[in-house]
């Protein structure tokens, strides 16, 4: 193929494409021939044609040399003198030889056998000159040949309307998609990076670490798989390039421990390994390897797949950037819906500690125009923004009810039908809402499924108050009923799940419950509001009381805490 320059590297990438696309079409078609024809010859007596047993041994000698010169479409070409023309029509020459082969034996096995009355073979003799006929016509459709703009028969002329490409046409659009890698084009620049190299051979360390130097970036060297655990602790690592076979701690050995680690598994590896076996590959992509090269590598792969693996993490460094940011703006929003803490004389305050970056729960508090004070505390379903961004929904309607509304039980009537009519995607609200008289102790409440308001005195004897009602948003039309206490001494206090479920190890066997968290706010039950609460809060951090959950704690301070 006497071209030279770009127009012979174009016709060479062309036939390779050519050559690969025809052996993947094919090779099925092959496997089916010798299968069809060595089915006939091993049951040629039981189908009456052992007489012809030399015909239908060549038929599967010609299937047979099919499937070899399927593979050995490269060489072929690479030995057909002149232009891509030439190529095509000596590929489909050497393919349609066996092809006729195959079809011609079966035919005569079919006349000869038809002539002296056999008809048990006629079904499957029929079925493998079929089968050959049609892979003729495959490969004169899929092997046009081609005429060049020119004329001179290099390049592949424009499929007719209604015509499937050819298999040439569809190289000829690959090649002219993906230009070749040139020596000395400008590659897309990477930014300089730590590349942490890891191999047991000192030579394959030093020709890696020169490369990637060469390339702008710093090279770190490790021995073994162990050295390498050592250097990505202390080293700020932006990629590994891993060896698989190490004698003290193997690739995959070292890959898995980095991908255990939540520090180290944002950091690509890419393995180099000259063990290409198929199961090592997979079993490395699936513990989290970027890539796998096998040695002897191309450089120039390697510095594509180096650049690419650099910018899957930037990208991904940049995303959780976004997320952080995000997350940032929605803890301030939702920090901005609820009330600020209150005066040590305010006779109500809560606290809310997120399990996750944003909460679920919410409160709320604020002095009527009445005098009275309207308080509410609750706890979406689930965690995490979906439960926030439902929370902050509920919190402003619950005060804007709270302003005019004197029945809690209506209030919470009111937010359950809302709730129900708004798509919640099976979430539902806990929540307490109430009023209080700060003068004379007269509080209301309602509670629609959340923990139950205790009034806890300073004996440290307590009172509950259960709820009668389902949460908000799950059934429409709920009635809530209304409760009433005279807070003489004590506090009222309501609390989400967070705080019963607090545990020393983080588990079920020592959680608070009702009792223990009604024990600790017994001790200060006739302090402030604001007090209560911060006693509570150290007494939680000092014993280390694990919280599976949002925490939220409300304290309704009975007169007596401000005489």
């Known amino acids: 193929m006497g071209e030279s320059g770009d127009a012979g590297t174009r016709t060479q990438r062309i036939t390779r494409a050519l050559t690969a696309q025809t052996r993947q079409q094919f090779a099925p078609v092959a496997r089916g021939l010798v299968e069809r024809a060595r089915h006939l010859a091993r049951n040629a007596g039981d189908l009456g044609i052992a007489d012809f047993d030399e015909d239908l041994d060549r038929a599967v000698a010609a299937a047979e040399r099919l499937s070899q010169i399927l593979g050995e ?13 030439d190529v095509i029509g000596r590929l489909r020459h050497d393919l349609k030889n066996p092809l006729n082969a195959v079809r011609g034996y079966a035919e005569m096995v079919a006349e000869e056998a038809a002539d002296l009355g056999i008809d048990a073979a006629a079904a499957d003799l029929k079925g493998l000159i079929d089968l050959a006929n049609q892979a003729i016509g495959q490969i004169d459709q899929a092997l046009r040949p081609t005429v060049a703009p020119d004329g001179d028969g290099d390049g592949a002329a424009p499929a007719g309307r209604g015509d499937a490409m050819s298999l040439a046409q569809m190289a000829e659009a690959l090649v002219d998609s993906v230009r070749s890698v040139g020596e000395g084009e400008d590659r897309p620049e990477t930014p300089p990076a730590t590349v942490l190299v890891v191999d047991d051979t000192a030579a394959n360390r030093d020709l890696l670490s020169r490369r990637l130097t060469r390339d702008g970036h710093r090279a770190i060297e490790a021995a073994g798989g162990r050295e390498a655990l050592e250097r990505i602790a202390t080293e700020a690592i932006d990629l590994v390039l891993l060896d698989l076979l190490m004698p003290d701690m193997n690739g995959f050995q070292v890959l898995s421990h980095l991908k255990r680690e939540a520090r180290f598994r944002d950091v690509p590896v890419i393995m180099i390994s000259a063990l290409d ?31 690419s693996s650099l910018e899957k993490k930037r990208l991904r460094e940049q995303e959780q950037e976004m997320i952080r940011r995000d997350l940032e703006m929605a803890v301030l929003v939702q920090r901005s819906l609820l009330p600020a803490r209150t005066t040590a004389d305010a006779p109500i305050d809560a606290v809310n500690r997120p399990y996750r970056h944003v909460s679920g729960d919410f409160f709320d508090f604020f002095e009527r125009p009445d005098g009275r004070w309207c308080f509410a505390i609750g706890d979406v379903s689930g965690k995490g923004m979906d439960a926030a961004l439902l929370m902050a ?23 359950n039908d809302e709730m129900v009519a708004i798509e919640t995607r099976g979430r539902f609200i806990t929540a307490v809402v109430g009023l209080y008289d700060a003068a004379t102790g007269e509080t209301v409440f309602a509670n629609a499924g959340n923990l139950p308001p205790t009034w806890i005195l300073p004996d440290g004897t307590w009172q509950s108050f259960a709820a009668a009602a389902p949460p908000l948003g799950v059934l429409p039309g709920m009635a809530y009923r209304t409760e009433a206490v005279r807070l003489e001494r004590g506090s009222l206090a309501l609390f989400t799940d967070g705080l019963i479920e607090s545990s020393r190890d983080g588990g079920h066997d020592d959680e608070l419950g009702l009792e223990g968290s009604a024990r600790l706010l017994a001790a200060h039950a006739e302090r402030p509001a604001s007090e209560q609460l911060e006693r509570l809060i150290a007494t939680l951090d000092d014993q280390a009381l694990v919280c599976r959950d949002d925490l939220t704690v409300m304290v309704v301070a009975g007169p007596a805490a401000h005489a």
Request: charged share 25%; aromatic share 6%; with cysteine.
């Open 277 to 307: 076996e198929t199961d090592s590959i997979i079993r490395c992509i699936e513990a989290g390897a970027e890539d796998y090269l096998t040695k002897p590598f191309d450089t120039t792969l390697l510095r594509a797949r180096i650049g």
């Open 73 to 85: 479409l490269d060489r072929i070409a690479a030995a057909t003198p002149g232009s891509l023309g």
């Open 393 to 415: 929904r509920v919190a402003g309607l619950l005060r804007f009810l709270g302003k005019e509304w004197t029945d809690p039980g209506q209030i919470l009537a009111a937010l």
